[in-house]
């Protein structure tokens, strides 16, 4: 094993007075929904709104002297980059942080925020990937520290004191552990402290399905580098895993699953609206695996990690669009009206039910409307209602087609 129960400890006491004790709170709401007794770690309510301040912290307050004066460099999603402005900051060292082009803006002002005039701010690349090629090139041209985001033994350890502090909140180990992944950092550390707290402890890792880098590597016996990602879950959007982490989470992990991202953006809006918690996607992966149905052992004690908190206020038209097309509450069609008066009239009085909802009306073509159909999006109250809608659109006598969810049309117009 690389990482080490006492080197969690050692992490623990060097976070003391940096990283806040986030609270372990029972979630009333998704125990009655399991029948377990669910529990959610609240990472989101560190100072970066995050957990990667711990491991970015134990990494840099371990280098010697000449190492902190060299300064240091990351690549980032934004939440490590955090993490890393936070510390340096604290630490008085000079930092640059390189971050993809298509890192949200309010992450962007947040590690400037925090970093102030220790951290200097480079965008590059449009994946984490291509930033982490930017920021290896631009450590070795200055000489400057690579501060790993995951894959490495001290970040590991810094990230698995969160374990740490709920095996002590609890009194015990939870009958099940639940971490999103990304790079595998947050869910190595985990599996660590669970295997030594106790060997029943059950740890299961959660990813992004248009990024479900751990399952290919686990699947290919080594770490696979994916030829593309969905960058939706920006924190977990990674192409490769790390080797480290990867040893131990095929060492110590029982399972590592993938959810849909329209599963995630429903389960950030519940945890929003019935919860109070703002999520970003990575960090209500884990809940949204539980969300999702899965058997859970009633009665039987779970810790869901809501790893941050970091979510863009203007990213959340596309997430409950995202949402609604998931739960089959939202649908798109290409409909060639007639042109001759009351067309439109007919198809609102004869189509549409009491319930359903026009929410977007839209030539395709923005010339000679006389020919091409129009983009008409409807939004119904219940999955029952899409049944009779397709019936009466069959039965209208207009030509209608359904863009499929995915489909490249759909993609394409929506």
Known sequence: MTVSAADVRAAAARLEGVAVRTPLERSVRLSGVTGAEVWLKREDLQPVRSYKLRGAYNFIASLTASERA????????????????????????????VLPRTTPRQKRERIAALGGDVATIVMDGHTYDEAHEAAVALALREGAVLVP??????????????????????????????????????????????????????????????????????????????????????????????????????????????????????????LYQSDGIIAEPAGALAVAWLRDAVDVVPGSTVVCIVSGGNNDVSRYGEIVERSLVHEGLKHYFLVEFPQEPGALRGFLDNVLGPSDDITLFEYVKKNNREVGPALVGVEIAATTDLAPLLERMKSSGLQIEALEAGSPAFRFLV
């Open 70 to 97: 060299a300064g240091v460099v990351c690549a980032s999603a934004g939440n490590h980059g955090q993490g890393v402005a936070y510390t340096c900051r604290r630490l008085g060292v000079q930092c640059t942080i």
């Open 149 to 270: 985001p995951f894959d490495d033994h001290g970040v590991i350890a810094g990230q698995a004191t969160v374990a740490l502090e709920v095996v002590d909140q609890l009194g015990r180990a939870p009958d099940l552990f639940v971490a999103p992944v990304g790079g595998g950092g947050l869910l190595a550390g985990t599996a660590v402290v669970a295997a030594a707290a106790t060997p029943q402890a059950r740890v299961v890792g959660v990813e992004p399905r248009g990024a479900a880098s751990m399952r290919a590597a686990l699947d290919a016996g080594e770490p696979v580098t994916l030829p593309s990602v969905d960058s939706f879950v920006d924190g977990a959007a990674v192409r490769r895993v790390g080797d480290v982490t990867f040893g131990l989470v095929q060492a110590l992990v029982d399972e590592v699953v993938s959810v849909a991202e329209g599963s995630l953006c429903t389960t950030m809006l519940e």
